[in-house]
């Protein structure tokens, strides 16, 4: 269709440009005086310039229809793809139906909260036992050797530096808070 619009439009072109000649053939014959064969000429001009429009007419309404042709078979194939998707979304709606999501949802939540449960009564039996097998006298001696080497150590590398009223409440600082830890640790063991 498109080939043949292109055909009837290069048709026109060519009526045209023979009209122009016969156009320019008409004024020829006026001004040699031959005003019959001008006049058959003329008549001549307004046939081809008829043809011309009827080929242009011809050539548009021919593009029009390969138009509706191509929109014709775009919406063909819409179409296929819609019906052969529609199928799979129907099955897949039906794999997804209401009641079983909520019922795999609540499994999953129930599965959940009872590894919690689990977890926790793991995690107080773990406690138990480390705390049991640990004697927690020798854990605050353990910690009162370390903060006293430590102290030790700063002592030793502080040393060679003047002791300051500002180190001295640094160190006595550091004591403090350490108590304070102990003190806090002996709370959470109780």
């Not at 819609?82 to 949802?105: D, F």
């Amino acid at each position: 269709m498109k080939h043949t619009s292109k055909q009837l439009d290069k048709q026109a072109n060519r009526v045209e440009a023979n009209m122009k000649k016969e156009e320019a053939k008409v004024i020829a014959l006026m001004n040699s005086g031959n005003h019959d064969a001008a006049r058959i000429s003329a008549e001549s001009v307004i046939r081809m310039k008829g043809e011309a429009l009827n080929c242009r007419r011809m050539a548009a309404q021919m593009g029009a229809v390969a138009q509706k042709l191509e929109t014709a078979d775009r919406t063909k194939n819409i179409s296929t793809s819609i019906k052969k998707s529609v199928p799979i979304i129907q099955k897949g709606l039906r794999q997804m139906e209401k009641i079983g999501i909520n019922k795999a949802v609540a499994e999953f939540d129930s599965v959940f909260e009872e590894l919690d449960v689990k977890a926790d009564s793991m995690n107080t039996a773990l406690d138990g036992v480390y705390s049991s097998s640990i004697d927690q006298g020798n854990v605050e001696t353990l910690m009162k050797q370390l903060q006293e080497s430590q102290a030790n150590e700063l002592e030793g590398n502080l040393g060679s530096a003047p002791m300051s009223t500002l180190a001295t409440d640094k160190k006595s600082g550091v004591k403090n808070e350490d108590d304070d830890l102990m003190a806090r640790l002996k709370n959470l063991q109780d």
